[in-house]
């Protein structure tokens, strides 16, 4: 059998898409259609129907990439050594040390960090979001505090801050990857309008913003000793704030993987570490 019918397949497999794996190949559609009804043929089964205007893998065509994609991760892991990419959120990044993957921060849509862990684009992801999906894993890791902080030189607020001061101060608001909401308004209990004068997804971003103005941010717990390296106040909230649950997400088919549970365990030590 031709392993490029078998490459084909796995392409369109996990992309879902005609268009898409003949643009990650560099063939045509119809090319990429060619080789599908030839591997069909060798088989004697059919591996995809329409829907539409999409595609739907047949079960045959879902036991079969689960076969093949098992060989492929041995073969890549007898050529060369595994280095697997991971899709995480910046302020979890200076938690981790030496270890052996490629760190992307990760992308602000759900349905592009769902997708990407389905079709394998992504083989790990630590991230707040809650997913729940059959071909997914999710391992909570730690849950995570959020506190306050303050210029160091700030001309009102020293070390304690009541509601009505807080309220009356100007702020920076941390933004959540996925909807954009200010992170503020999902964490607290009663949240009231607030003055923000800028709106970040960056926690760095946000410390020095803070460390050169007036205005009061929220960051997460972890992150206490980069803030005072800034002479930043870390101030407790005058409310109660809801902790932040961080997962380890990945594909089932990683479940079993020798290197990716080290790894996992890894990252899961190091962040767990980070928390205390």
Known sequence: MDL????????????????????????????????????????????????????????YAHH?????????????????????????QEAL?????????????????EDTLINDLRSRKVDLVVDSVGIVDACIIR???????????ASGSHPRIQGEITPAEFYSEQHIALATRRSNSDLFNLITVDPQ??????????????????????????????MSDYAKSL???????PFELQPIT??????????KDIQHRVLRKQIMKQL???FT
């Open 246 to 255: 961080f997962n380890l997400l990945y594909h089932r088919s990683f479940e």
């Open 93 to 109: 990044v200076y938690g981790l040390k030496n270890v052996n993957a490629i760190l992307i921060d990760a992308p602000k849509s």
């Open 231 to 237: 002479q930043l106040q870390i101030i407790e909230p």
């Open 139 to 149: 391992e909570e890791v730690a849950t995570e505090r959020m506190v306050m902080i």
């Open 64 to 88: 079969m990439a689960q076969k093949l994609g098992s060989l492929r991760d041995l073969v890549r892991e007898a050529i060369h050594d595994v280095r697997y990419k991971v899709y995480i």
């Open 193 to 222: 309008p607030r003055d923000i004068v800028y709106r970040t997804n960056s926690v760095a971003s946000l410390m020095l913003y803070v460390s050169s103005s007036d205005y009061l941010g929220f960051v997460p717990q972890s």
């Open 4 to 59: 490029n019918l078998l490459d084909t397949f796995m392409k369109v497999y996990l992309n879902e898409s005609y268009s898409k794996a003949s643009e990650e190949i560099g063939i045509s559609q119809s090319a990429v259609s060619q080789r599908i009804k030839k591997l069909e043929g060798e088989l004697g089964k059919g591996l995809f129907v329409k829907k539409g205007r999409t595609i739907e893998a047949t079960s």
């Open 272 to 274: 767990q570490a980070s």
